[in-house]
């Protein structure tokens, strides 16, 4: 069997980006900001009124320099030590929760604070820049459109809360100030939620909803802990001072101890799904790249037909070792397309393949995936119909299957086309229509 050559591995600490795709086997450089419109409202409307409010306090000057410098320093240092978590979610928790408590500031001790909403952009803004700064010069550029909706938040806070403070003579804890502050955290979370699912929808080009769902899932614990710290922060100021600031952003540094080992947790996870896919590609019994090109169209049809980010994860391990049941054969088969295979053969591979997932002891439901991957449209037995993710699993691998590394629109358009001559026995029609779909954004 000719062997091409190997793909670089994809980018380590998170789940394959379906808008990576390019040609089946092959990745993107990146998504044009045209084709994620709303991606550039956002940081461009976030930009411009974080370089107004940065030249109006500037021109204006600063009101409390040392405190604004204090909070300008913790959010800098915050955003220094970001964390991108599972799913591309990038976290600064330390730098929100000193944003959001800038914006929620009542008094230093007994002395009221009294400035206005630009000051707390400016401050927000350039604390960001500043802690970004080392990441951009070691290459380490940030998410823009994280960055954007961290000051986004701030934004929000200090717009709304900022005049309330002197409308209503905020100057120091009280029970009106902290059910008004956590009333505003919640809305300023909920509206943060609602723009990170929508960014999402636009990458993965799922649907809104299904996004939404995802984000409140991963986001929920997040947000609770940094928006309780950022009241927490502003309320402990008014009777300690900036002593208040440092004291009670230590517990953040656990939160986010205990975020990053989630994330190097699931990295881990990742990085060995991909190993062991590999393992058939050296052994010689598939193509070079056929598990990852599998996992890539797996992920991206998975999110067309709208599947929540934990089926997405399962999808993608079962998709990628889905032929690590070949290790069994004797004699290779040929061209490593199981897809020519006979039913029995495919059948035997898939459970094969399963019995050694299932050994892991924590994939289960992975196993099962890959199990029942070669059945037909109706199920075999008393099983009833496969899962969606076997199904679209079996449609992305006869795909790669007959295609491969090639590019060629014609060869592409053929094998879809008999594809859908098999929609009433073998294939799930949905799942080829969705296929047809994200070939056709490539």
């Keep these: 069997m000719t062997q091409r050559q190997s793909e670089g591995p994809a980018p380590s600490g998170s789940e394959t980006d379906p808008t990576a795709v390019g040609p089946p086997g092959r990745r993107r450089a990146g998504v044009p900001w ?4 709303v991606r550039a409202v956002l940081v461009g ?21 040392y405190t604004a410098l204090a909070f300008c320093l913790v959010i800098a240092v915050g955003e220094l030590a970001r964390i991108t978590l599972p799913g591309h979610r990038e976290l600064a928790p330390i730098a929100s929760a000193g944003a959001i408590s800038y914006s929620l500031l009542l008094s230093l001790g007994d002395e009221p604070v009294l400035y206005p909403a630009w000051q707390v952009v400016a401050v ?12 951009v010069a070691v290459g380490r550029g940030p998410q823009v459109e994280g960055v954007a909706r961290r000051v986004l938040v701030a934004m929000l806070l200090a717009v709304t809360f900022r005049p309330l403070v002197e409308g209503l003579s905020l100057v120091g804890p009280s029970a009106t100030a902290t059910l008004l502050m956590a009333a505003l955290v919640v809305l300023a979370w909920m509206t943060d939620t609602l ?8 990458r993965l080009r799922t649907r809104v909803l299904v996004a939404v769902g995802d984000e409140i899932r991963a986001q929920s614990a997040a947000g609770a802990a940094i928006g309780s710290s950022g009241v927490l922060i502003a309320l402990a100021c008014t009777v300690t001072g900036l002593v208040g600031l440092l004291v009670f952003t230590a517990p953040l540094l656990v939160s986010q101890v205990a975020f990053r080992r989630h994330a190097e947790v699931r990295r881990t996870y990742l990085e ?11 052994g010689g019994y598939v193509e070079n790249g056929h598990s990852r090109r599998v996992g890539n169209l797996s992920r991206a049809v998975g999110c067309e037909l709208g599947l929540v980010e934990a089926q997405l994860l399962e999808l993608e391990y079962a998709a990628l070792m889905h032929d690590i049941g070949q290790l069994s054969l004797r ?13 029995r053969e495919q059948r035997r591979i898939a459970e094969l393949g399963s019995a050694i997932i299932r050994e892991t002891g924590v994939l289960d439901n992975v196993a099962e995936l890959v199990r029942r991957q070669c059945e037909p449209l109706d199920g075999d037995g ?11 699993i079996k449609v992305a691998n006869a795909f790669d299957d007959l295609v491969g590394g090639n590019s060629d629109e014609e060869r592409r358009a053929a094998v879809l086309e008999r594809l859908r001559m098999d929609t009433d026995s073998e294939y799930d029609p949905r799942v080829v229509d969705a296929l047809a779909v994200v070939l056709g954004r490539l």
């Design 124 to 135: 927000v803004a350039l604390g960001v820049a500043l802690g970004e700064l080392p990441h």
């Design 331 to 343: 004699e290779p088969i040929a061209g490593g397309a199981t897809v020519l295979a006979s039913p």
């Design 195 to 202: 723009v990170a699912a929508v960014l999402r929808a636009e």
């Design 45 to 65: 409307a976030v930009g411009a009124g974080a370089l107004a409010a940065v030249g109006w306090t500037a021109v204006t000057g600063f009101t409390g320099p």
């Design 34 to 37: 045209t084709d994620r419109p």
């Design 272 to 282: 060995t799904v991909r190993a062991l896919s590999r393992v058939t590609e050296v």
């Design 382 to 392: 008393d099983e009833g119909v496969p899962p969606l993710g076997s199904r679209i």
